[in-house]
């Protein structure tokens, strides 16, 4: 088992909330990421971090915003959350370019 | 364009027998390759990761293969058992930049029936 934590696991909540989902890692990982991954399809990166104080944006257009102010800790944020925001995310980190990336296990988020 | 393609999309197969699982890639230039495991509602967790220079590997009744000329991957897994039903992702990395971007496949669906 990877030492990676995602909460909460299942979220289910109202249109025009706040909601932050929270990843850490115990692997002293620099780099970590989120991906947004629907039913059958496959993951998009939509935000990543090479270390501390680092945030970039990945490859689908996310209205999340994310932070990284310690190397274990690296939450996602959705000011006002919309239906259109329902999905799976994931979060995972690795120690370079050419390691294994380590995944949690998913939080599930629905907006109704 | 990057992209990595998957077949079969989906496969049922019978409690102990074996299966192939196909994954080609255009990712350029290409750093290292990996399956993943996918239980329903889960994170995936990692089966092999082989760089260039790696043809097979194995890990258990799970062996992936590499040929990097063609871009091509297979997973054989052997005598399958019904925990094996899962999403098979096949993913690859570049090394075209500092993150070495990961580019995955949509998965194979595999459903194992006693």
């Known amino acids: 088992e990877a030492d990676i934590y995602q909460t909460p696991r299942y979220l289910v909540i109202g249109t025009g909330k706040k909601i932050t989902l929270e990843c850490s890692q115990t692997?002293?990982?620099?780099?970590m990421y989120w991906y947004q991954q629907d039913p059958g399809m496959e993951l998009h990166l939509i935000h990543y971090s090479y270390g501390v104080n680092s945030t970039e944006k990945g490859d689908l257009s996310s209205e999340s915003t994310v932070s990284r102010i310690r190397t274990e800790h690296f939450p996602l944020t959705l000011e006002s959350a919309r239906p259109s925001h329902t999905s799976q995310y994931l979060c995972?980190?690795?120690?370079?370019?050419?390691?294994?990336?380590?995944f949690g296990q998913g939080t599930r988020l629905t907006v109704v | 364009k990057n992209q990595v393609e998957q077949s079969p999309q989906s496969l049922i197969i019978l409690e102990g027998k074996n299966c192939t699982l196909q994954?080609?890639?255009?990712?350029?230039?290409?750093?290292?390759l990996r399956w993943y495991k996918q239980d329903t509602g889960r994170g995936p967790v990692s089966l092999t990761i082989?760089?260039?220079?790696?043809n097979t590997k194995s890990n258990g009744r799970y062996t992936a293969t590499l040929d990097a000329d063609t871009k091509q991957s297979s997973l054989h897994i052997t005598a399958s058992q019904l925990s094996d039903s899962a999403s098979y992702i096949c993913v690859v990395s570049d090394r075209g930049s500092t993150l070495g971007r990961l580019y995955f496949g949509r998965g194979t669906q595999l459903t194992v029936w006693p």
């Open positions: 995972a980190s690795s120690e370079g370019s050419i390691a294994e990336a380590f």
């Open positions: 692997m002293g990982h620099d780099k």
């Open positions: 082989m760089t260039f220079s790696e």
């Open positions: 994954c080609n890639y255009t990712v350029s230039p290409f750093s290292n």
